[in-house]
T-cell receptor
Framework: GAGVSQSPRYKVAKRGQDVALRCDPI?????LFWYQQALGQGPEFLTYFQNEAQLDKSGLPSDRFFAERPEGSVSTLKIQRTQQEDSAVYLC???????????FGQGTRLTVV | GQQLNQSPQSMFIQEGEDVSMNCTSSSIFNTWLWYKQDPGEGPVLLIALYKAGELTSNGRLTAQFGITRKDSFLNISASIPSDVGIYFC????????????FGTGTRLTIIP
């Protein structure tokens, strides 16, 4: 497709369950970003990849959060032992070079019950 | 995490009115961006500002990069129904540091 694709669009997880969120960036985009958006808030940075290298993971809230991009294209954000406070929309964005040209996906809405 | 302060938090206007909103920070940013987010969608970039004092337009939208590098403003002229949504500012602190810091958002509603 032409845009950033995220799946699933919606995920309901029981507390303690592990989840994996997928991001398909725009073809050829070098940079990939994950953001977390809580209800009524602006997106908050989680982590950033340039190709397969994770250059910044300072925004990951705990060691339960893990992101990978093994072949420099598709990325997966994994959350282990989900907690209620993990409920949010997880946004993925990709860009060809600088973040200012990043295109966002529609997001995955995660609800932990 | 840090979020930029946006005001107003929400606006209720009539179609055809002009809109002004702003974004402030306690620290300096070298790039300011304005996004619009519709329900169930990701943010869409409206305007990017790269230089202090810069004034940039995109159709009915005009944004300015404050000279102190700690604020930015967005104006929408002659609002139309499709302007409804949430507007976010975002700042990039340093070249090479790709972490965007977003504002708290301004929700725009048009009263029929």
């Amino acid at each position: 497709g032409a845009g950033v694709s995220q799946s699933p669009r919606y995920k309901v997880a029981k507390r303690g369950q592990d989840v994996a969120l997928r991001c398909d960036p725009i073809s050829g985009h070098v940079s990939l970003f994950w953001y977390q958006q809580a209800l009524g808030q602006g997106p908050e940075f989680l982590t950033y990849f340039q190709n397969e290298a994770q250059l910044d993971k300072s925004g990951l809230p705990s060691d339960r959060f893990f992101a990978e991009r093994p072949e420099g294209s598709v990325s997966t954000l994994k959350i282990q032992r989900t907690q209620q406070e993990d409920s949010a929309v997880y946004l993925c964005a990709s860009s060809s070079y600088r973040n200012t040209e990043a295109f966002f996906g529609q997001g995955t809405r995660l609800t932990v019950v | 995490g840090q979020q930029l302060n946006q005001s107003p938090q929400s606006m209720f206007i009539q179609e055809g009115e002009d809109v002004s909103m702003n974004c402030t920070s306690s620290s300096i940013f070298n790039t300011w961006l304005w996004y619009k987010q519709d329900p169930g969608e990701g943010p869409v970039l409206l305007i990017a500002l790269y230089k202090a004092g810069e004034l940039t337009s995109n159709g009915r939208l005009t944004a300015q990069f404050g000279i102190t590098r700690k604020d930015s403003f967005l104006n929408i002229s002659a609002s139309i129904p499709s302007d409804v949504g949430i507007y976010f500012c975002a700042g990039l602190a340093n070249f090479g540091n790709e972490k965007l810091t977003f504002g708290t958002g301004t929700r725009l509603t048009i009263i029929p």
